[in-house]
């Protein structure tokens, strides 16, 4: 026997196998052990699923954002009592902004007169607490009312789909008028023309000049559900908001051209400080609320939900590469007569550890191309069941792929080398 062996090592051939036929062979592996395959690659599957569904999403929720903001003006700049604030919080506003004092119309005033940067200047109050807003039958579901000016529609990026907007006559005359939000019409006037109609708030009458243009969604609460009066019809209705105490004005406020944004707000916090007599070593008793700053505050808590979800997905890949590698060694462990064969028949060390590789690198592959198919399949399926923009773009379907094939060269390394340093015959000697 010894003899036959080394006459076959003296005159032995080349025996080279090419990738393709490499990957055919770990194919047929995978294929001949359908269970083992499973479970071996459940890491690597869960891991790029979840990098592809990480970057759908975040994709998604990144574009979601920045086309709300967009509905309400992207040049946005706003003044306010109370810092913005997710979520508000247990006690309200800490105590600090609660000691500021409140913006005043004059505050708004100062900065229409003096801010020459500014396209808009639009005072504005809220109530944000529950309301009766009816007509003789139908009745609404408690929208936001609003205060404003008719400088409201440029600074919000508002406009008017039928009838009109606040004019300048009706905050002098404390007109009874109105303009609703779409939500409102569906409420209160299905299938009717509602413009110059009457409604009650809270059981006094106004008379529908408007319907606001259709902002949609943001966040889970609609934009659209929203009645607005002019301001001083707003301080006579409400008068409590206005001597309150509380955050009772905004200032909402636009450039006149997008290239002076952060000059504009330079140019009004210097007016807000002087108008305000704020000293130089005080710092400002209000908040500034920008679309910029808020859409910016968004991108850092999806960064931050995105390096978790790298994390986990990471470990998942390191789980599935140690299985990989645990398989493969199994695999040059069973498979060491078939080595010792095909080096007697001639192929090299380079032969034998490449076709390992190959197989290593096919598995993970395969694992990478059901991840890919799995986190393709999640952005679809939140895209059409929830209306979700998700969508994967083309370089994190690469990376994933790229990542999945790069854990099966490490994971195949090892046990390569293994396989490619047998000693032909003793590997012919194994049993």
């Known amino acids: 026997m010894m003899a036959i062996v080394m006459a076959i090592l003296m005159a032995r051939p080349r025996l080279r196998l090419s990738w393709t036929e490499n990957v055919r062979f770990a194919l047929g592996a995978m294929r001949a052990q359908k269970l083992r395959t499973f479970l071996t690659l459940l890491g690597v599957v869960a891991g790029v699923a979840t990098v592809i569904m990480m970057v759908s999403f975040v994709a998604g929720f990144d574009r979601s954002v920045s086309q709300a903001f967009s509905r309400f003006g992207t040049q946005l700049v706003q003044f306010q009592k109370y810092e913005p604030r997710f979520g508000g919080g247990p006690g309200g506003p800490p105590e600090d902004q609660r000691n500021r004092r409140d913006l005043t119309l004059e505050d708004a005033l100062a900065l229409k007169r003096l801010a020459s940067l500014a396209g808009a200047v639009s005072p504005e109050r809220y109530y944000g607490r529950p309301v009766e807003v009816r007509t003789r039958r139908e009745i609404a579901n408690s929208p936001l009312i609003v205060g404003a000016t008719p400088e409201y529609a440029l600074a919000n990026d508002s406009s008017v789909q039928d009838g009109r907007f606040l004019i300048d006559a009706d905050v002098r005359h404390a007109a009874r008028v109105a303009v609703i939000g779409t939500d409102v019409v569906d409420a209160l006037f299905p299938h009717q023309d509602p413009i110059g109609r009457a409604i009650t708030l809270d059981g ?155 197989e290593a690198v096919t598995l993970t592959g395969v694992g990478g191309a059901v991840g890919i198919a799995l986190g393709l399949g999640a952005a679809l399926t939140a895209r059409l069941a929830f209306n979700f923009q998700a969508a994967a773009p083309l370089w994190s379907v690469l990376v994933g792929f790229g990542v999945s094939t790069a854990v099966g060269l490490a994971a195949g390394l090892w046990p390569a080398v293994k396989a490619a340093r047998k000693d032909p015959i003793e590997a012919l000697r194994y049993e």
């Open 204 to 358: 006094r009458g106004y008379q529908v000049i408007g319907v606001r243009d259709k902002k949609g969604a943001f966040f889970g609460g609609s934009n659209d559900n929203i009645l607005i009066i002019p301001l001083s019809a707003f301080d006579d209705q409400y008068p409590q908001i206005r001597d309150g105490g509380r955050d009772t004005i905004h200032i909402a406020t636009v450039p006149r051209d997008p290239k002076d944004y952060d000059a504009l707000i330079d140019q009004e916090v210097a007016i807000l400080r002087v108008h305000r007599h704020l000293r130089p070593n005080q710092p400002n008793d209000f908040a500034i609320f920008t679309s910029v700053g808020m859409m910016s505050n968004f991108r850092q808590i999806t960064g931050g939900v995105a390096l978790v979800m790298i994390l986990i997905a990471g470990i998942a890949l390191l789980v599935g590469g140690v299985g990989v590698m645990n398989i493969m060694l199994v695999n040059v462990t069973q498979r060491t007569r078939e080595i010792g064969l095909r080096k007697a028949l001639g192929a090299t060390k380079r032969d034998v550890a490449v076709q390992f590789l190959a």
